[in-house]
């Protein structure tokens, strides 16, 4: 059994929906954004199915962590952050498009457009309702208000979604009955997506300063595709015109969530295509917030870290009196260490949590640790492939130096996996089984015999006489082979 949680923007949006919410039932518990954020998770609690009513529309709003918090909880969530960031895009596919033509053309061919609420899949439009299940099936979200236009001879559509606030006042009544029905009922799943089958793309960038791949490690990934009778071609993501043309999709540029890197990763996904990363790893990997959300609940060891939502005094009281200078501040997104800051005084921290409020709802500051070199672990599938050691920029204390013009980046050493301290395995293994069974670089520091996970990376570095220095060519014929496994997995 499901204990149920509303989350909404504020404390004020929570009175009000309780009064909506009339019925002799008992109704979920309904919470701010902000009391999520500190109260959850808590021990023991039963399984956990939650409702995010929050405004998502900006990037990084806190609509967005609500559901972000809750995967890494492992709460049960609705909408995912997937749904959200497919719902950003207003992208419906084609498949489902064609599937409600039917019903939208018996729709009044208006040249202006129509606006249609959809509330937990149901509406009050009877010649819309598959049309509702449909879209519901497709972006489980809420509230999705569904705009049509009647252009070329044919109804085109638009999908948003809204958050409780957003909704017209006269609509509030309707949502409010829908939300006792839905609540009270087993949640509906997506339906499966088709498979297809052979090709492989493998995404690039050529002009990325730093990226995942050199040219020397594409050229092995394709050759090592070949001998497993897979045909891989190195492509910038303005050549895939159309992603359904391959059967295998493998990310070697930096992806972002709100980049073409997901976006090509979704409708992967949707037409059944084989892909590393997966746009769950993405989603995972890509916030930090997430990662440090779901290592504390896992019980995975990792810096001392602090979210917070604020730069008030009494939030900045609070740090100091939990973390001792220097504290390490990090965007909730970045690679290659961008969006990272030190800092060592009170006004440093403040004029430093400035910027990086700028972008971002939240922003974690974590326990500086230093050590000599950070620990990368390679792991594929839930097994360790490699293990390399990435030393410090010279006199700087991170792995990259953006701000230098020689040495931007310290030396490495790469080692077999067995000569890995055991507990640096361990948990890596344990913080990689968090996000999935992709391709991972797990980063971890090893000090006074403990081991303390930084972060796992979806699509980590693979060089040519770099991570492939111990392994050589056979680290790119086991990650060929993983995808080797899927596509055969799946023609059957």
Not at 172 to 180: A, D, H, S, T, Y
Request: some cysteine; hydrophobic content about 35%; proline content about 4%.
């Amino acid at each position: 059994m499901y204990k149920t949680l509303i989350v909404v923007d504020d404390e004020k949006i929570g009175d009000s929906l309780k009064s909506l919410y009339n019925t002799e039932k008992p109704y979920p518990e309904i919470i701010s954004f902000d009391r999520y954020l500190t109260d959850f998770p808590k021990k023991n609690e039963p399984k956990t199915r939650l409702i995010n009513l929050c405004d998502a529309q900006r990037y990084l709003s806190k609509g967005y962590y609500c559901s972000l918090l809750a995967e890494a909880r492992e709460h049960k969530v609705l909408p995912s952050v997937r749904t959200i960031n497919e719902l950003r895009e207003s992208d419906v596919s084609q498949d489902i498009n064609r599937v409600i033509q039917g019903e939208l053309s018996k729709l009044e061919k208006s040249e202006e457009p129509q606006d249609f609420f959809i509330f937990f899949g149901e509406t009050k439009e009877a010649h819309l309702q598959t049309t509702a299940k449909t879209l519901f099936q497709y972006y489980p979200a809420p509230i999705l208000k569904l705009r049509v236009k009647y252009i070329n001879d044919t109804h085109q559509i638009e999908l948003r979604r809204f958050a409780l606030s957003q909704l017209p006042e006269h609509l509030e009544p309707e949502f409010g009955e829908q939300l006792v029905e839905f609540t009270h009922n087993v949640w509906r799943m997506t339906p499966k997506k088709k498979k297809y089958r052979w090709d492989m793309a493998i995404l690039v960038d050529p002009k990325e300063q730093v990226p995942p791949s050199n040219k020397e490690a594409i050229s092995r990934f394709i050759k090592a595709a070949a001998k497993l009778g897979i045909q891989a071609e190195a492509l910038h993501h303005e050549q895939i015109t159309n992603i359904s043309h391959f059967d295998a999709l493998f990310i070697r540029e930096t992806t972002a969530i709100d980049h073409h890197t997901y976006r090509l990763a979704a409708k992967a996904e949707k037409n059944g295509i084989i892909t590393i990363d997966d746009t769950t790893s993405i989603l995972r990997c890509c916030n930090k917030v997430y990662l440090q959300d779901a290592f504390s609940y896992r019980g995975v060891s990792a810096p001392l870290t602090r979210v917070i939502s604020d730069y008030e005094a009494d939030t900045l009281d609070k740090l100091e009196t939990e973390l001792p200078y220097p504290m390490v501040l990090k965007m909730p997104e970045g690679s290659f260490s961008r969006g990272v800051f030190k800092v060592k005084t009170r006004e440093e921290l403040l004029e430093k949590l400035k910027i990086l409020f700028a972008d971002s709802a939240l922003v974690l500051v974590q326990e500086f640790i230093y050590t000599e070199f950070d620990w990368r672990i390679g792991i594929l599938n839930g097994r360790a492939i490699y293990a390399s050691k990435y030393m410090m920029a010279r006199n700087h204390w991170q792995i990259y130096n953006h701000g230098a013009k020689r040495f931007s980046s310290g030396g490495f050493d790469t080692v077999p996996t067995f000569e890995v301290p055991k507990v640096v395995l361990d948990v890596a293994l344990r913080a990689a089984s968090i996000i999935g069974t992709g391709l991972y670089g797990v980063d971890v520091k090893h000090i006074d015999g403990k081991a303390y996970v930084l972060e796992v990376n979806d699509n980590p570095s693979i060089d040519h006489k770099v991570e492939d220095a111990y392994l050589g060519d056979e680290l790119y014929m086991l990650i060929m082979s993983e995808f080797h496994r899927r596509l055969e997995a799946r023609g059957r």
